[in-house]
Each structure stands twice: as structure tokens, then as C-alpha cells.
């Protein structure tokens, strides 16, 4: 490696990227990374699962207090919402955020480079840079980490004023009366939640028959329910046909199923119906790197035609989450370095943070009768639990799916108070293979959010939970 600048040069400074470089110096290779934008951290950090999480934390504190506090016996006068404050919050903590990735890189001695990145040859990145200059470098390898961005309808374009992106929600003005939040998915509903809990009129709209499609039927027919609490109202099986800005409002008109015309007006619309892998100017095409529908082939080393050219994260499809980039960023690095890289695809949790959470891994009760796999169900309600019940929090359950013959645990689906750290458990048994038996005699400690998993287990095991 030692005729090149780089022993690997990762494109992209997003979760996927800057972890994959971190790795890799760590693994002993002279690395780089191009980011062409000012800050490290990509979409996750940036505009994506940092900001959205520090405006749901700041929005449940402020509905806990508007709504919950007064059974708790704390009673309030006088609250209000200081929306500029919690912008600024959000704000600080992305910007400490990335700071903390600078200090990462310089720790880890990995070089920045500054700019867009595009192949002049398999070895020879070319560097635009912001100032109007380029450069070129060299690397033995490298690792495309480019992430993707928001798909946009093509009759509905982003204006960044009455139809917003996820990025534009996390930086209107002020808290609308009514956001329309087109997509029933998770970006989109998380950010109804921002807005939902601060007093605005949330409206979603959305192409399939369930809100979080791609999860576990119960769990999105659960979390509905909860979400109509807090003012959501839910247009299922209907399609946008059109969007008009009239008015200082937006005008929305959709058709369900029955070919029954939707119109609804607000505020703004979130378009979230999902995203698409970002390659634009990569030059991938003159090295003749294959896409499908746009996302990047790889083989299962994340190597594309050039063995020397991997792709991990968004770009190469797959679930879109941060965690998923970055374990696939730490097995390219380490594939790179010559050394084993291991991932299982099928114990990558995903995590809605809405409240209640919703936290799913492994197959769902959808995906088991698709193959035809004989399982059995255990399932405990949180208001059964002496920990939620104390705090408040009877919404939703532990979902325990299980091997019919064999009670190897097959797939976990929670819904309720805490239940993105509670999967963490549920990961790991996946991972080593645990049976429901195995969770179901294993002691949880009292009260704790995580004892419904155990009595969810026990009722998979062998039909016996204790509490219900």
C-alpha cells in the first residue's frame, strides 16, 4: 500500500464513515476521510436522529409537565413554551455532538479532508473543494460511506417553507397549529411527536394500510392508538394526489382506497416517505460500479466489483439506520485490514422514539407465516407491570415469538415505556441463539421495565407468566 497517499480514504463523514475510519486507523492504516460539508456526523447528526431525538426529549418533558404532572401531585401554573430555547438546546447538542467526532479523528489520527469527492480512477479521488480549488489523492483502498437523502414527490417539491423534508421540520419558526405528516413511517412520526406533544394538530397520511409498515402488525395498530391521545388523526390505504399553497396554508388533497377524495389543510406538509441512496457526482459509473434502484452492489465482504472499493450503510441499501452504518463501517474497516469481520443481519434492532418507544429485532408474526415457519407467541402487557404502573406508563407489551419445536427465540417486538434500551436484552439472547426458556429463568430485576420481556418469555415458554 505503500505507493499511495492512504492505505484508505473513507468517503463520507456520517455514522457509517467516520466510524469505518476511526476503525481502520486503529487497525494500523494511514486514513483519511472526505466530508464535504462543514461538520462531521452526516445526516444522523446533523439533521437526523440527534436533533429529532433532542426535540423529543425537550417535548416530553414539556407534555409530562402540561398533562401528567398534576396526578403525580406536582401541580404547575403558569407553563409555557420557550421554542427558541428549545431550538437552541437541540442546536448545542448537535454542535457538541460533531465536536466530539473532531476530537475522535484527531485522537485516532485520521486525516480530514474537506470537499466533494469523485473517482478519477479506482486509486485517485478528485477533492472539490468549497473555495472553487481541487485536489487529487491516493488511496490502496477505500470505503464509500455517502449516506442518502429524502426522497421528494415529484408534484410536491420541498420549499422549505409549506412542503418541508425531516431536515425542515427540525427548524420551523414556530410550533404550527396543523402539520400534515405525509408517510406513516418512522421519521415521520417521530416528528408529529415533536409537534403533536407541544399542542399542534397532527394529520397523517399514509400510502399503506398500517403506520410502521415494515414492523410487527400489533405494534403498529398499538402505537395508533396511543398516538391518537396526544391529537394525531390517521388517513390509511390513501395516496396524495396533490399539494396547494393558497393562502399562507397548504392544501392536500389524497384519495383511499375506495377512490373517496382527502383533502386536508395546515400549516405545513412533512414529506417522509423515505430516501434514497446519495451517489450524485461519485463517478462510480466510469469505474463501472454496479447500482440497483440506485443503491451500490456489494458482495458479502461490502466490496464492490473492485475488491478494493467497499460500500457500507444507506447507499448500499439495507435497513437505513445509524447503528446498521456503523457496523457495517467497523467489519469494511476491518475486512480492509485483513482481519474477521462478522455481521448479523438478522439481530439489527430498529427503534421508533415516539412515547410509547416501539423496539423491534428478528422476524415478525407477517414474516413467519410468509415462510411457513411454525412458531408460538408469549406476550405481557405493561399495565401488568408494577414499574409502569408506578410511573404512569400502561401503554402497550413485550411480543416474545418463538420456535414451535425448538423455543429458539425468533423475534422480539416491544411497545412501551423504555423499550429502545429493553431490546438491547432481546438483541443479545438472538445473538446467542437463546431459547424463551433462557430469558424466562433468567432474574430480572424488581420493579424494572425490563421484567415484562421475562414474563412475555415465560407465556412463549411454556404458557405460564406470572402476573397476568
Not at 186 to 203: A, F, N, P
Amino acid at each position: 500500500m505503500s505507493q499511495h497517499q492512504f492505505d484508505l480514504i473513507v468517503i463520507g463523514g456520517g455514522p457509517g464513515g467516520y466510524v469505518a475510519a476511526i476503525r481502520a486507523s486503529q487497525n494500523g492504516l494511514k486514513t483519511a476521510c472526505v466530508e464535504k460539508y462543514s461538520t462531521l456526523g452526516g445526516t444522523c447528526l446533523n439533521v437526523g436522529c440527534i436533533p429529532s431525538k433532542a426535540l423529543l426529549d425537550s417535548s416530553e418533558l414539556y407534555h409530562l409537565a402540561n398533562e401528567k404532572f398534576k396526578v403525580h401531585g406536582i401541580d404547575v401554573s403558569g407553563l409555557s413554551l420557550n421554542w427558541k430555547q428549545m431550538l437552541s438546546r437541540k442546536d448545542k447538542v448537535i454542535s457538541d455532538t460533531c465536536k466530539g467526532i473532531d476530537y475522535l479523528f484527531g485522537k485516532n489520527k485520521v486525516t480530514r479532508l474537506s470537499g466533494h469527492a469523485s473517482f478519477v480512477d479506482p486509486h485517485t479521488l478528485k477533492i472539490d473543494k468549497a473555495d472553487g480549488t481541487s485536489e487529487t489523492v491516493t488511496a490502496a483502498k477505500f470505503i464509500i460511506a455517502t449516506g442518502s437523502k429524502p426522497v421528494e414527490l415529484p408534484f410536491l417539491k420541498y420549499d422549505d417553507k409549506f412542503v418541508i423534508s425531516s431536515s425542515g421540520a427540525l427548524k420551523l419558526e414556530k410550533v404550527p397549529e396543523h402539520l400534515i405528516v405525509i408517510g406513516g413511517g418512522v421519521i415521520g412520526l417521530e416528528l408529529g411527536s415533536v409537534y403533536g406533544r407541544l399542542g399542534s394538530k397532527i394529520t397523517v397520511i399514509e400510502f399503506m394500510d398500517n403506520i410502521i409498515p415494515t414492523m410487527d402488525l400489533e405494534l403498529g395498530k398499538e402505537l395508533q392508538k396511543t398516538l391518537k391521545k396526544i391529537g394525531f388523526t390517521f388517513h390509511l390505504g390513501t395516496k396524495v394526489k396533490s399539494g396547494l399553497v393558497e393562502g399562507g396554508k397548504i392544501t392536500i388533497t389524497a384519495e383511499d382506497k375506495s377512490g373517496k377524495e382527502v383533502v386536508v389543510t395546515g400549516d405545513h406538509a412533512l414529506v417522509s416517505v423515505g430516501r434514497r441512496p446519495f451517489t450524485d457526482g461519485l463517478g462510480l459509473a466510469a469505474l463501472g460500479i454496479e447500482t440497483e434502484r440506485g443503491f451500490i452492489k456489494t458482495d458479502e465482504h461490502l466490496r464492490t466489483v473492485h475488491q478494493h472499493i467497499y460500500a457500507v450503510g444507506d447507499v448500499r441499501g439495507g435497513a437505513m439506520l445509524a447503528h446498521k452504518a456503523e457496523e457495517e463501517g467497523v467489519f469494511a474497516a476491518d475486512d480492509a485490514a485483513g482481519k474477521w469481520a462478522h455481521i448479523n443481519y438478522n439481530t439489527i434492532p430498529g427503534v421508533v422514539y415516539t412515547w410509547p418507544e416501539v423496539a423491534a429485532v428478528g422476524q415478525t408474526e407477517e414474516q413467519l407465516k410468509a415462510a411457513g415457519i411454525a412458531y408460538k407467541v408469549g406476550k405481557f402487557p405493561f399495565k401488568a407491570s408494577g414499574r409502569a404502573r408506578a410511573a404512569e406508563e400502561g401503554d402497550g407489551f413485550c411480543k416474545v415469538l418463538a420456535d414451535e419445536t425448538t423455543d429458539e427465540i425468533l423475534g422480539v417486538h416491544l411497545i412501551g415505556p423504555r423499550c429502545a434500551d429493553i431490546i438491547a436484552e432481546a438483541v443479545v439472547a438472538m445473538e446467542y441463539r437463546a431459547s424463551a426458556e433462557d430469558i424466562a429463568r433468567i432474574c430480572h430485576a424488581h420493579p424494572t421495565f425490563t421484567e415484562p420481556l421475562k414474563e412475555a418469555a415465560m407465556a412463549a415458554f411454556d404458557k405460564r407468566p406470572i402476573h397476568i
